[in-house]
């Protein structure tokens, strides 16, 4: 299974959402996949203007000359996509959203009904396939923060003619970063990496991985009270 990663993080290692990605990657990687991260911050490439070039005048082709012209046929080639992003005011990264928007040369623009819903193809159709999945971290404590991103990408999913896979999650995920050594969240790390093995193997990743990588770490009031003293320590 070739997996190609939208890392869309601005810290990328440094950051919280690498906490999940990096384990979930070497368990998919373990099971035999062929990783090819995308780490955004590094690539050079524009906003999308919407005028459809790469869909009229030159087919499948962005008049922009920049890096996206080598990450669309990693992306057309690959068999699962990791969209991996922090939650940035309640949605992905701008790191992120820059390659998502990218995608349109992949697509044609003639529409097609799929399920009685207005869709555009895939240019070449026998690489209309695959898997979307979903890893995020965010700084806030209750996991339905995560409820528009999901939305987001279950819906980016469908239009790309591909199948929304899971999400792995991490709320409080600063929380997390200051347990990284410690015994008592090996088990949010082990979730991560067996979701990776099991992905590869079966095509899913069970509720309790899931459940295991997003389960509480601290009650809310600690985390609050934590939070703003770390802020307020910040401001003197």
């Known amino acids: 299974m070739k997996v190609a990663v939208i890392n869309g993080s601005p810290k990328l290692d440094k950051g919280n959402t690498s906490l999940i990605l990096n384990p979930f990657l070497k368990g ?22 919407g005028d459809f070039i790469c869909c009229t005048k030159t087919p499948g082709k962005c008049f922009k000359n920049d890096d996206m012209s080598q990450i669309l046929p990693i992306l057309e080639d690959s068999d699962l996509w990791v969209i991996s992003t922090p939650l940035y005011c309640d949605g992905v990264t701008a790191y992120t959203k820059i390659v998502l928007d990218r995608i349109v040369p ?10 009685g819903h207005c869709r555009h193809p ?11 999945i979903l890893v995020s971290s965010c700084g806030h404590w209750e996991l339905d923060n995560f409820d528009p991103i999901i939305q987001h990408i279950k819906a980016f999913s ?3 003619g591909k199948k929304f896979a899971g999400s792995l999650l991490r709320p409080h995920a600063s929380v997390l970063k200051q347990m990284r050594n410690d015994e008592n969240a090996a088990d949010i790390f082990d979730a991560a990496y067996k979701a990776g093995i099991e992905f590869c193997n079966t095509g899913d990743i069970s509720g309790d991985l899931c459940n295991t990588v997003s389960r509480e770490l601290v009650s809310q009031d600690i985390y609050i009270n934590s939070a703003n003293s770390f802020f307020e320590q910040l401001s003197l």
């Open 28 to 49: 998919l990687e373990s099971s035999g996949c062929e990783i090819n991260n995308i780490e955004v911050v590094k690539r050079k490439i524009s906003p999308c203007n």
């Open 106 to 115: 992949l697509l044609s623009p003639l529409f097609e009904l799929r399920d």
């Open 122 to 132: 895939w240019r070449n159709k026998e690489k209309q396939k695959g898997n979307v």
């Open 158 to 160: 469908l239009n790309a």
